[in-house]
């Protein structure tokens, strides 16, 4: 099954990154002794944005909180409940969502999707006792003054440093890097990974430029990234590397964010090669998160793209962590088991980390695995680094 060929590679290279999104919709009736936990979550439902990636993370975490049911939590049974609202992406979004959600919906926990939303609604999840997971923000942002505030997916400072040290391992020819990202807070995040990975293995950056929100015309920035001769050029996927392939590029490619849209309208022997460096859902690595990704695709008819498959893991991420909590509303022991606890997810076991980088930690450090497009839908894991080297890795080059 394969779908939006076309229409994401071209949506998804305007929009240029996409995030870890997490949706939700209303959760089944009450069962007869079990307890709903309402879960509040904002995210862009809106335009293209909303219909080519919220609604597809819509679905997947209402086919998770299915799949997880009713668990037990302290001897009691509860189910989730999802509440959704529309965060538009925008920082006035976040607020109006986590407002809602906070004061009329009286949810339990909270997931904000998108850098800005997240931001916004953070002061007030604060406020009122609150535990807010995000998804794409920068771990400068998570901060010891903001102790309810944790990070579930999407940290590309984790996942970028053990992408180099492989890099530096297996590819030993790349000198002088370059990258196209889009022009807020997730590229700057992304810069300041690929700038902080750089700097520890010797290489130059020879390119960092932002594209702003709506950009529909890449050639400019890629002219100037070709005139700056990289070995290994970083984008959102093969859309904006085509161009660069028209130009004459012959150097590494690599993406944080892979469509297989982005290689059919490329053409995937163009793509023979592209290296991948965030979880994403193929490859085998994780048979039992492809085997529910595989569901998801035939019931919705729609290709699990990269923000759904780690949607989908947030869910038993929080599960986990109430079971081990053994509370569901005394915030200061979930913190504190979050804080400390290793969890049972699709991914295999996660725990939060990257103290090194904020003072804090609060993001939940994921497996790193290295993917090479070979084929047709076909993709070699050439490497995966585990968590507790993943944690490693980051604490020695941002020391």
Not at 269 to 280: A, V
Request: include cysteine.
């Amino acid at each position: 099954m394969r779908r939006w060929a076309s229409l994401v590679a071209i949506v998804l290279l305007g929009l240029v990154l996409l995030i870890g999104v997490a949706c939700g919709g209303g959760g089944e009736e009450e069962e007869e002794g079990v307890t709903e936990l309402k879960m509040g979550i904002g995210v862009p439902l809106s335009g293209l944005y909303g219909a080519v990636v919220g609604l597809p993370a819509k679905y997947a975490f209402e086919l998770a909180a299915e799949d997880i049911g009713v668990f037990t939590v302290g001897g009691e049974q509860y189910q989730w409940k999802l509440i959704i609202e529309d965060n538009l992406a925008t920082t006035a979004g976040g607020v109006a969502a986590a407002t809602k959600l906070i004061y009329e919906d009286a949810v339990d926990f909270m997931h904000q999707s998108t850098a800005s939303p997240a931001l916004a609604a953070q002061p007030l999840c604060q406020e009122t006792g609150t535990i807010l997971t995000a998804s794409g923000v920068n771990p400068v942002h998570f901060t010891p003054d903001k102790p309810l505030f944790f990070q579930t997916s999407g940290a590309w400072a984790v996942n970028v440093t053990p992408f180099f040290d492989w890099l530096s391992k297996e590819h030993p020819e790349v000198k002088r890097i370059a990258s196209a990202v889009p022009d807020d807070d997730n590229g700057y995040a992304l810069v300041d990974a690929f700038d902080a990975c750089a700097d520890y293995y010797g290489l130059e950056v020879v390119a960092a430029e932002l594209a702003p929100a709506g950009t529909t015309e890449y050639y400019p920035i890629a002219t100037k990234i070709m005139a700056r001769d990289p070995d290994l050029v970083f984008s959102a996927g093969a859309g904006f590397a085509e161009i660069m392939w028209e130009m004459g590029y012959e150097g590494l490619s690599a993406t944080w964010w892979w469509l297989p849209g982005y290689a059919d309208q490329a053409g995937w022997d163009n793509c023979r090669g592209f290296l991948i460096f965030m979880p994403h859902q193929f490859g085998g690595v994780w048979p039992e998160a492809e085997a529910l990704v595989a569901t998801f695709e035939e019931r919705y008819d729609v290709e699990c793209s990269a923000a759904v498959f780690w949607a989908l893991n947030i869910m038993y991420l929080w599960t986990d962590v109430l079971k081990q909590a053994g509370t569901v509303d005394d915030v200061d022991k979930i913190v504190e088991t979050m804080e400390t606890g290793t969890f049972d997810t699709l991914v295999g076991p996660l725990s939060y980390g990257g103290e090194v980088l904020n003072g804090i930690g609060h993001l939940a450090v994921w497996p790193s695995p290295i993917y090479e497009v070979v084929g047709e839908y076909e993709y070699s894991v050439v490497d995966v680094y585990t968590v507790e080297e993943t944690k490693a890795i980051l604490a020695e080059v941002y020391k």
